[in-house]
Structure formats: C-alpha cells, structure tokens
C-alpha cells in the first residue's frame, strides 16, 4: 500500500491510494477525499476486503495514516501484520512505488489541461493495467488472480445500428483509453526495467556487534549548511540483523528518527592505521 498525494483536485479527491497484490500483482487504484483519507478502514473493508478477503500480512512506508493507532488497532483485530520500510529506504516498498510512477505517467498523458478529471480515468487505468502481461510472472494480474481475461470492448458490428448515439461515444472513448494506457503501461514498464538494477551490488555481509557509518542525506542536523555538514554519521553499533538487507542500529537517545536501517544507507567502519 501507499499513497500519491498533492494530486489536483477531482470530483472532491486530491489524493490516491495504491494498493496491490505481491503474488498475483492485481491493483486497485482508490481515489481519497482529504476527509476519507483518515478513515481507511471502511475504504478498506469496502474496496479490498470484500473483494479478496484479509491479506496475512501488508507492506507499506511509514506514512502517518500506517502508523496511527487506530489503522495498527484495526491490523491487530483482524490478524494482519503490518510490514513497513526501513528508514529512509522507499524500495521496501517496491511494487507499489513502481507503481505509482506507472500510474503518474499514465495520468500525465490522459488528463485535460486544467488535471481536473484525473478520477474519471481510474477505471480503465485499473482494468488496463489488470489486464496487462506483468514482467514478473509473464501472466496478467486477472489471469493469475481468476484464471481467465476477461472481456474487453470488441469491434462494433456494423450491421447494428445504435439506438443511444451518446453510449457508442462512450463506448469508443473508453476502449481508445483503455488502447492508449496499455500502450503506455507497456512502455513505462519497459523504460522502468531498463534503468531500475544496472549496477546494484551484493550487500556487506553484516554481523551484530559490527561497527558502521550512517549516510547523513536524510539526517537532519542544527549545522547551518548542509554542504558542509558531515557526509556520515556514527560509527554505530548494529544491534541486529533484521534481514539481509535490513539492520537496527543503537542510535543516540536524542536521535528520535526509527532506527531500521536498509543496507545501502550503511558502510563498514574503518579505522586509521596512523
């Protein structure tokens, strides 16, 4: 789950929330109204529960609306573990930030020149991305979620004439949307996966006890300049190992920021020789 926020204004909402599926990549795309987005429970229950059942487990960022008492109540009543990012570590979670950009680059192209009509376009966005072959598992999220496609908008038989001229208008410029966000699905997919992992390299293999600098670009100091501030802070003890690529440090009592690192914010301590 997570949300794409400081959207223009439609039909009331300002604000979406992204939430998909990791096995199957099904997505559901929910405009908010400011005033809803503090009661997500009942968008929950109405959009996703009913639908699919209760997730075991559900990633998200640390978002205030994920950390509130009353959404980690409602996950403890319903049995639902939540697993949130590291600090200052997005890519925890992936999908949904991939996503997201999807989602935007779609919207970019579709929307009127006053962005105004953004949520009218949710529908077929939804069901063309659903529809679409994932990279992933080289199926689409209906199939894997169904087990069949279903039905799309087929040639009009022209031995038929329309009785509402204004529902075949309808009926054009819905598939031509649905032709068009498949289209550009496709393509921010494809440039997505071109650039996402070029370089990326194994992890150090940490153990407890080690000793590391923290990245200070997240960090913020009482130091006037950022330029001239310290690149690294600590060094720090890991406290332990939360997964490979997952570390809790033992972090100064004044620092009140979470103390769950990813591993590309760290690097091993070094000492001088001299």
Known sequence: MDFITNLPTSEGCDQLWVIIDRFT????????????AADLAKTFAKEVWRFHGLPTDIVSDRDSRFTSETWKELLQLLGIRPRMSTAFHPQTDGQTERLNQTIEAYLRAFVGHEQDDWVRLLPMAEFAYNNSVTTGNRISPFYANYGFHPRTLDPPNPDEEPVNPASTVYAHWMKAVQDEARQGLKAAQERMRRYGDPNRKPPPAYQVGDLVMLNGRN????RPSRKMDHKNHGPFQIEKIISPLAVRLTLPRKWKIHNVFHVSLLEPYRTSEH
């Open 219 to 222: 960090i913020k100091t009482r």
């Open 25 to 36: 990549k099904m997505a559901h795309f929910l405009p908010l109204k400011e005033k809803m």
